[in-house]
């Protein structure tokens, strides 16, 4: 099935996981500092592992930096 993550077409197996996707990106879901909306709705990160991914949504992945 077809997602969009971060405005990019990605196929990914049904039934995958937000933590499962997070993964597949190579971003570490455990690392502070990253907030996932899922078709505009953020998804808490106590969710993520549960929150299956539906076919056509848009998932937006932010990754907080320091900086100045």
């Known amino acids: 099935m077809n997602i969009q993550v971060n405005g990019e077409v990605k196929e990914v197996s049904p039934g995958l996981t937000l933590y ?3 993964l597949d990106i190579e971003i570490d879901p455990a690392r502070p500092g990253i907030a996932v909306a899922i078709d ?5 990160r106590t969710q993520w592992e549960e929150t299956e991914i539906q ?14």
């Open 20 to 22: 499962q996707l997070l």
């Open 40 to 44: 505009q709705e953020v998804v808490l």
């Open 55 to 68: 076919p056509d949504s848009e998932i937006e992945v932010i990754r907080a930096a320091q900086g100045g």
